[in-house]
């Protein structure tokens, strides 16, 4: 059985425009990938990976991962910043138990890093996931290499910092939606309230990145290689905010399958005006 040795994931790594000093932000499918020349473990796997990106960023590279816990969202539960389970992927919940990692307190969308600029992007509080003080934020401003391990062009999934470019354009299909279910962090309550872009449910709407990761893929903005079985895809948080700007100004349903069915009066601000409502507004009031 054909195996992905160490030495080919690195130079797979490297095609991918990966240096020394990099801020590499990484989602991934590692079942995608196949089987890895490492212990068959959980740790064993996921600490072939991380070597790997250890050796070609160097002692100076820092690596971040999406912590998402969505039972916070669904269910009400609690979030603790240093139980909390991440529910993205088998990868990011290793980095996220990490001796030395750091995770930032949004109970939804927390990142967590490990490496020298980790404070920097994952420390201190943000209370709105995809905020300009989120580390989806940083990581435009750290011009971080954005990488969908095993998650190619064609695939959906892995690209949750498109949901940030998605809110500094301020796309018409979200809303800002409030969380009041309690956060804490070394067994302190944080103040929010924490905030978040979301989509409308229904109206049809679903999230198509693959139109994206393709796009960006076709014009060279954007690098792919493969890594064991599956596809990798990789371009620079500045390339993606940039690019998908644009296509948002050309399209504004570009990062949907199709353009959503709005139903007059069934979404915040849109139907008729009540008639008190009316006269205040032509008040001035």
Not at 81 to 100: C, H, M, N, Q, W
Not at 156 to 172: A, D, I, Q, S
Not at 206 to 233: H, S, Y
Not at 260 to 278: K, T, W
């Amino acid at each position: 059985m054909r195996v992905l040795t160490f030495s080919e994931l690195v130079r797979s790594l490297q095609d991918l425009g990966l240096e020394k000093g990099d801020v590499v932000h990484v989602q991934s499918d590692l079942r995608r990938i196949g089987p890895v020349d490492a212990e068959m473990t959980r740790d064993g796997v996921c600490e072939f990976y991380y070597a790997a990106f250890r050796e070609v960023t160097g002692d100076l590279g820092t690596l971040t991962v999406c912590t998402s816990f969505e039972d916070y969202g669904r269910f009400g539960t609690p979030f603790v910043l240093e139980e909390s389970p991440s529910r993205t992927d088998t990868f990011s919940e290793y980095i996220r138990t990490k001796p030395g990692a750091i995770r930032s307190p949004h109970p939804i969308v927390s990142v967590t890093g490990i490496g020298p600029a980790t404070e920097k992007i994952c420390g201190g509080p943000h209370f709105e996931g995809f905020g300009y003080e989120s580390p989806w934020g940083r990581l435009h401003r750290s011009n971080a290499k954005i990488l969908s391990l095993g998650i190619g062009a064609n695939v959906e999934g892995g690209m949750t910092f498109l949901h940030y470019v998605e809110h500094l354009y301020g796309v018409p299909y979200q809303y800002t939606k409030i969380y009041d279910t309690p956060v804490y962090t070394k067994g302190q309550r944080v103040a929010g309230p924490f905030t978040m872009s979301v989509r409308y449910l229904d109206f049809n709407i679903e999230n198509a990145p693959f139109r994206i990761k393709t796009k960006m893929l076709d014009e060279g903005c954007a690098r792919q290689t493969k890594v064991g079985r599956a596809d990798t895809w990789c371009a620079t948080a500045a390339n993606i905010v940039d690019r998908v700007i644009s296509y948002l100004n050309e399209d504004r349903w570009i990062y949907l399958q199709e353009a959503p069915r709005f139903r007059s009066g069934e979404i915040p601000a849109d139907g008729p005006v009540e008639a008190a409502l009316q006269r205040r507004y032509d008040k001035g009031a």
